[in-house]
């Protein structure tokens, strides 16, 4: 079982930046992959990015690559996600997902946390 806990949301002006982190519970933080996902008001959620347990590699949506970086210290069973030149459309309520294999799809993730808005303003 693993929970996991958003924070770093809120409010920014267009070209700003923030730095969402995401907090695990459970011993095996370390064999999971890790993924962010978004979801606009009546738009579904979408994929943003992820980073895998082996090897950390991470793959972006188009719409953010370049902008946003996902990395992840097992150490401290926590992912982040530092989202820079923050756009309007990047508003949302960001949701952070983990499960064993690293992919785009929401079936793949077993565990999610309870969401941290992101609003940014133009």
């Known amino acids: 079982q693993v929970q996991l806990v958003e924070s770093g949301g809120g409010l920014v002006q267009a070209g700003g930046s923030l730095r969402l982190s995401c907090a695990a519970s459970?011993?095996?933080?370390?064999?999971?992959?890790m993924c962010w996902f978004r979801q606009a008001p009546g738009k579904d959620r979408e994929f943003v990015g992820l980073?895998?347990?082996?090897?950390?590699?991470?793959d972006y949506a188009a719409s953010v690559k370049g902008r946003f970086t996902i990395s992840r210290d097992n150490a401290k069973n926590t992912v982040y996600q530092q989202m820079n030149s923050l756009k309007p459309e990047d508003t949302a309520v960001y949701y952070c997902?983990?499960?064993?294999?690293?992919?785009?799809?929401?079936?793949?993730?077993?565990?999610w946390g309870q969401g941290t808005q992101v609003t940014v303003s133009s």
């Open positions: 997902a983990a499960g064993p294999r690293a992919a785009r799809g929401e079936y793949e993730y077993d565990y």
């Open positions: 459970g011993r095996t933080f370390s064999r999971y992959a």
């Open positions: 980073i895998s347990w082996v090897g950390f590699n991470t």
